[in-house]
């Protein structure tokens, strides 16, 4: 499973906000149901999954992989603190678009609204199978609540 954070925004100054009422637009009913907690966002679940942060469009414009780190409610915004993994190359949107199945984005307004989704897809494993990977290394590192592996990859585009 992933986060996919979709703004027109910098992603390179580490911090965001997003509107409460874009929450889980373009998420499967199930999976917005189980990262929701006495109906609101469960932050805690959902800093368990790696990030998709994103611009809006479908061109040159970049992508990068990450972790949201921390959150504050600030009236009907959320406000994100995230770490970009730059040990994961960015990424092009046209390069998303042309393997948005993979990414479970199908709908093409997806890239062109402000919102943050959970899709149910590895995101590790679907850039190592769409982008020609050229090597992989795995990384281990343990949080408070649970150990986990993380699949870092290098790819030449």
């Known amino acids: 499973m992933f986060n996919l954070l979709m703004r027109s925004a910098d992603w390179n100054i580490n911090k965001a906000e997003m509107p409460l009422e874009r929450m889980f637009?373009?998420?499967?009913?199930h999976l917005a149901a189980?990262?929701?907690?006495?109906?609101?966002?469960?932050?805690?679940?959902?800093?368990?999954?790696?990030?998709?942060?994103m611009d809006e469009g479908i061109?040159?414009?970049?992508?990068?992989?990450?972790?949201?780190?921390?959150?504050?409610?600030?009236?009907?915004?959320?406000?994100?603190e995230y770490q970009i993994d730059r040990e994961v190359p960015v990424l092009r949107n046209d390069f998303i678009?042309?393997?948005?199945?993979?990414?479970?984005?199908?709908?093409?307004w997806e890239f062109s609204r402000n919102h943050?989704?959970?899709?149910e897809v590895d995101l590790y494993q679907v850039l190592f199978t769409s982008c020609g990977?050229?090597?992989v290394s795995v990384r281990r590192s343990s949080s408070s609540r649970s150990a986990?592996?993380?699949i870092r990859i290098w790819c030449l585009q």
């Not at 943050?116 to 899709?119: E, R, T």
Request: with cysteine.
């Open 97 to 108: 678009y042309e393997h948005r199945r993979h990414f479970d984005m199908t709908a093409d």
């Open 59 to 80: 061109m040159d414009e970049v992508a990068h992989v990450g972790r949201v780190t921390r959150h504050r409610i600030s009236g009907k915004e959320v406000a994100i």
């Open 116 to 119: 943050w989704a959970v899709k």
């Open 133 to 135: 990977c050229q090597s």
């Open 34 to 53: 189980y990262f929701t907690t006495e109906g609101k966002p469960n932050f805690d679940w959902l800093f368990q999954h790696p990030c998709l942060f």
């Open 148 to 150: 986990r592996s993380s």
């Open 25 to 29: 637009e373009y998420t499967e009913k």
